[in-house]
């Protein structure tokens, strides 16, 4: 597809038929007058329209906006269990030590690589021992996985 071109389909027009162009186009416009400079006078206040959508209304600025509404302080951040740091630790530390010690270590022994897989079992092992044995024990008292109001 061809872009725009400043020619018709005859060829490219001229300065006077651009310039006839646009008067026929601003021709349709009409009048374009400025605004009236100001006098110093206010303008009259123009009449309190009726509402007709949901943000057509006045702020009241005596009134309240949170009638008084104060958040709960939030409650002590939770530590986290030592045993599943130490687990993702194993695990993260391990993958690592999988990709970085061939690259750095290049006759890489068979029981350093023995040891890091060990390592990974173990942490991986160590983490799906410490998962929850059912959906109850999630917090909730078993009220399900809705909202807590």
């Known amino acids: 597809m061809a872009g725009p071109t400043r020619g018709g389909a005859d060829g490219p027009l001229d300065d006077d038929a651009v310039q006839a162009r646009w008067a026929e186009i601003t021709a349709h416009l009409g009048e374009l007058g400025t605004p009236p400079a100001p006098t110093g006078e206010e303008p009259a206040p123009t009449p309190p329209r009726a509402p007709s959508g949901p943000r057509d209304y006045a702020v009241d600025e005596d009134e309240d906006e949170d009638d008084g509404f104060e958040p709960p302080d939030p409650g ?3 530590a986290t269990d030592p045993v599943v740091v130490l687990g993702w630790a194993a695990v993260a530390g391990s993958l690592l030590a999988l990709i970085v010690l061939p690259l750095a270590w290049s ?35 078993g009220r399900g996985g809705g909202a807590v109001l």
């Open 76 to 78: 002590p951040v939770r």
């Open 107 to 141: 006759p890489l022994p068979g029981l350093v690589v023995t040891t890091v897989i060990a390592v990974l079992v173990a942490g991986a092992g160590l983490l799906l021992w410490r998962m929850p044995r059912s959906r109850d024990d999630d917090g909730l008292g």
